[in-house]
Structure formats: structure tokens, C-alpha cells
């Protein structure tokens, strides 16, 4: 007699007691099938994906939202482990703000609802636009934000349709390929395909090209500094470029200056100060300038002298190559370890250094990713916004200003051009955090798709109807 079960309740136990048989940790890539996205080989990881999205592509709208509904149960219930894994992981930032960051992905990311169809009727009769995903869809993700950059892209690249192939940042392998594990398990659970995100278990700089150029992706989405921008925008495919920025703040003295100080103690300390929209510039106003670091000194800041802020540039910047870049021994380090290398001991109580520079110091255009912040001064308002965007540098990426001269907000809006501006807030409310809107952990700069959703990562496809269903 047949058994009562299909083909894929049976795939669908096998993959369950293989995941079992593993334990807890990472499972690994059976012979030859992938589990739960751990594939060995980027051709592995690819035809695993390209599997998941025809599977994918045969389940209704209620499924994925189901499946996403998953997504985001398991990313919250297991916050404090990736934020953990993370952190030990890399050794950037605080273990603290990373389980905010997995909360704020999993709880503020659209899911299926962004995806409205457009309608046009008329005499003519109907016409509908709808969204179509792409594929599967290459996601190289960065190391500052290892599980909350995977949630978050999940959901949206989910909610579009596609299958994900992330190359993680090798620093941030294991924690990223569990965030990836913890997905597929959840979306299972929920009755959906294994693979929906897959990993390649041992990423380098080298499987991410060869993912970038395989001829089964249809879609590369880098997330990172410039040299992954550039590989990813030679790549011939459609590409979401999220890049760097070096994002300025400048406050009057029309501001409410406490407000100020405490928002920009806020953004710049957040993490370390390795999200790429915290504030890594300060340019107050002449007049504005005393309160504000008056204001500062209120909080768990420590403000260097001259002669210390020398030690610690030759600490943190290396000037061996070309250009002058960060010594990655302190980047999203604590401040107290900044405070070590130049024998300042003890100091776990401070959470953010600041320097009062001169408008050309050298700190001013570096993307620091530390938390170092180095406050300048200008003259009048229009003079700061000018000094503001030359620190910005065209990243067209994030940057703030705390005033209350709608002239002078309106102008640096205008002219900085970024894709995020944040007035009277740290730069966490263009996360949606403290203010209004979803959340994003891939800001399309490069490419212009600004706070990436699942409405980019879909493809608009138009269905005409002529002369009938207008109906009234
Ligand atoms: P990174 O550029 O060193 O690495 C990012 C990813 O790109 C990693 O997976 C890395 O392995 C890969 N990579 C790097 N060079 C590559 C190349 N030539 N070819 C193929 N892959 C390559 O950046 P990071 O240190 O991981 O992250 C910090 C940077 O990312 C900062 O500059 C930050 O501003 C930026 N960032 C931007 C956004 C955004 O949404 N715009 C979000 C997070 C981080």
C-alpha cells in the first residue's frame, strides 16, 4: 500500500531531521543538498535559491505573508543570540544597540502591504501595474551590521517574490550564516520552501564576484564602501548600489541646543558609530558653539585636548597607502579602548570622544566609523551648511541639522542633496526610530533607491484590459 504523503512532506521531514540530526549550531550543507541556505560552493547556493524561487513563485500572497510573519517572530525571538554572535564575532559596537538594530529590522521593515498595485481606467477600459519579482537576487552584506542588514533585506526581497544569495563580509561569516540557518528554519516551519536565503558558508571577496557575475542571478545588491559599489556596478546586472557616507550635522543657534546635544550624542555614540547614517561631523555656528559643548559635557562624553586628539589620530589613522584610511583595529571599538591607546585607563563610563577642530582638520572627511566626533565651528548658518557639504563629499548618503530658521533647514536640505536629512532629530529617526516611517538597512545612495523596500526589488508589469471593466 502507498503511503499517504507527498513528495514534498517527505523532502519536507528529511530536511527537519537532518537539521535535528546537526544540533544547534550551524547545519551544515548535506552532500550535494543545501539545508537551510548553508551551501559550500556559490553555484551550491545559487541553484539551491533558483530552486526556492520557483517553489516560492507557486505560493499565494497569504503564504508569504505568512512566511515573512515567520521571519520576523524568529529575528525578535532570537535578537539577544545574533546580537551576541555578532558582537564576538566582529568586536564592533555594543551588544546593546545590536539587539535594537535585529528589533528595529524585524518590527519596522514592510513586508507584502508597500506592494499596492496601480489601476487606470477609462473609456478605454482597465489597466493594472503590478509587482513581479526579479529572481534571485545577490545580497552583499556588510560587517557592521551582519543579522540585522540579512533581516531586513529577508523581509523585503521575501515580500518582492525573490530568493537571496548573501555573501556575507568574512568577518562576519558564522553570525550571518545563522541568521540565515534561523530564516529558512522559520519559513519551513510556516509551510514554505528551505533555501528561500542562502549563504555561501565560507565567503571571500572572490565568491562574492564569481556571485555577482553568475548567469543565474538576476539582481546584485551591494551594501558597503566604495570598492563594493564599483565591483558591484561592473557586475552587468541590475544593481542596488547602498554606499558610504560621512553624514555632517550642523546646529545653530536658533536650535533648541540641549535637544541638539543629546540627539547628536545619541546618533554618533549609537553602536560606535559604525551605522553609516550616524552623525561623524559636527559644525556648529559661531554663536552656538558654547552651549552646544556645554550641553555635551552634560552627557557620558570625554572631550579631548589637542595634544591627545594628536596621539589618538596617529592611533587611528593609517596613512601607508595612497590615502589615508582607518586603522581597523579601533573601528566600532568602545570608546574606552580608544581612550587605552593613548593610556587613558578606566574610562568604560564614556560612551562617545569629542574634539573641537579647525574646519580642515583631517577627521572632518573621514568616515570614521569610531566613536570620535569632531565638532568645527562657522561663522553664520549659511557658512556651516557650505562647510557641511563639502564634509559630506557627494556621498548624496545622510546628514542633519538642529535649527528652528525654516529658511536655513530648507537650504541645507536643498543644497546637501542626501538621500536621508534629518531636522531636530538624531540621524536614528531616518531609521524610523524616533521618527515617523519604515526602517531600511540598505539605503540605495549610489543608485538612487533611497530606503530600500520590496517595491525595489520587483520588476512593474502592466496587464491592459481594453474597452471593458470600467465599471462605472
Ligand atoms: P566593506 O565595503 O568592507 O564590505 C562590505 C561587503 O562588501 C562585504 O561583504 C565585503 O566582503 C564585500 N566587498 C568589499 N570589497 C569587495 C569587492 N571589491 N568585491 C566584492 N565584494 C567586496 O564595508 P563594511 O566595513 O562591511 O561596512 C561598512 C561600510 O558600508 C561603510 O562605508 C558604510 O557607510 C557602508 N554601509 C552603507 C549602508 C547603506 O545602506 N548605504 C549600510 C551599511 C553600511
Redesign the pocket.
Known amino acids: 500500500m502507498a503511503l499517504p504523503i507527498s513528495e514534498a512532506e517527505l523532502e519536507r521531514i528529511v530536511r527537519s531531521v537532518l537539521s535535528e540530526l546537526t544540533g544547534n549550531g550551524n547545519v551544515k550543507a548535506a552532500s550535494g543538498r543545501v539545508v537551510h541556505g548553508q551551501s559550500r560552493t556559490v553555484d551550491e547556493a545559487v541553484d539551491a535559491a533558483a530552486i526556492a524561487f520557483e517553489q516560492l513563485s507557486a505560493c499565494s500572497l497569504d503564504d508569504r505573508k505568512r512566511f515573512i510573519e515567520a521571519i520576523r517572530a524568529t529575528g525578535l525571538k532570537n535578537k539577544e543570540l545574533l546580537a551576541k554572535m555578532s558582537h564576538e564575532e566582529t568586536h564592533l559596537g555594543r551588544y546593546e544597540h545590536k539587539i535594537a538594530k535585529n528589533e528595529t529590522a524585524c518590527k519596522l521593515t514592510p513586508g507584502v502591504e508597500i506592494l499596492e498595485p496601480k489601476a487606470f481606467t477609462g473609456d478605454h477600459g482597465l489597466t493594472v501595474h503590478e509587482w513581479a519579482p526579479f529572481g534571485v537576487v545577490v545580497a ?6 551582519p543579522s540585522s542588514v540579512i533581516l531586513n533585506n529577508a523581509i523585503c526581497m521575501m515580500a518582492a517574490g525573490n530568493a537571496t544569495v548573501v ?4 568577518s562576519a561569516k558564522a553570525c550571518s550564516m545563522k541568521t540565515i540557518e534561523l530564516i529558512n528554519q522559520a519559513v519551513v516551519a510556516a509551510g514554505g520552501p528551505d533555501n528561500v536565503m542562502t549563504g555561501v558558508l565560507d565567503p571571500t ?1 572572490d565568491t ?2 564569481a556571485l555577482m557575475t553568475h548567469r543565474k542571478v538576476d539582481m546584485v545588491v ?4 566604495v ?2 559599489v564599483r ?1 558591484a556596478l561592473r557586475s552587468g546586472k541590475r544593481v542596488v548600489a ?4 560621512n553624514p555632517p550635522v550642523v546646529v545653530d543657534e536658533t536650535a533648541d541646543i540641549p535637544k541638539a546635544a543629546r540627539c547628536v550624542f545619541e546618533g554618533a555614540s549609537f553602536d560606535n558609530n559604525i551605522l ?1 547614517v550616524g552623525e561623524k561631523a559636527v559644525v556648529c555656528t559661531a554663536a552656538a558653539i558654547r552651549p552646544f559643548m556645554d550641553e555635551m559635557r552634560k552627557l557620558a562624553i570625554y572631550e579631548l585636548s589637542t595634544s591627545e586628539l594628536a596621539a589618538l589620530m596617529k592611533q587611528i589613522v593609517l596613512a601607508d597607502g595612497n590615502k589615508p584610511r582607518m586603522n581597523g583595529k579601533f573601528v566600532g571599538r568602545n570608546a574606552s579602548v580608544l581612550l587605552e591607546s593613548i593610556g587613558v585607563r578606566g574610562r568604560e563610563d564614556v560612551y562617545l570622544l569629542i574634539c573641537q577642530v579647525l574646519q580642515d582638520h583631517q577627521l572632518l572627511f573621514l ?1 570614521q566609523m569610531m566613536p570620535v566626533l569632531p565638532v568645527t565651528t562657522a561663522p553664520n548658518v549659511n557658512a556651516a551648511i557650505d562647510l557641511a557639504i563639502e564634509i559630506e563629499q557627494g556621498f548624496g ?1 545622510s546628514a542633519m541639522m538642529h535649527s528652528r530658521d525654516l529658511a536655513a533647514l530648507s537650504r541645507m536640505a536643498k543644497l546637501i542633496d542626501t538621500t536621508l536629512f534629518v531636522k531636530n532629530g538624531s540621524s536614528l529617526a531616518g531609521l524610523g526610530v524616533g521618527g515617523e516611517g519604515y526602517t531600511a ?3 540605495g ?1 549610489a543608485t538612487g533607491e533611497g530606503m530600500t523596500t520590496a517595491r525595489t526589488f520587483v520588476r512593474e508589469r502592466r496587464c491592459a484590459l481594453v474597452d471593458y471593466f470600467r465599471i462605472v
Not at 140 to 145: A, Q, R, S
Not at 222 to 225: F, K, L, P
Open positions: 552583499i552584506t556588510p560587517v557592521t551590521n555573501n556575507a563580509h568574512p571577496i562574492g564576484t551591494a551594501t558597503g564602501g570598492a563594493v565591483a547602498a554606499g558610504p557616507g553609516c568616515e548618503h538597512f540598505t539605503i545612495t
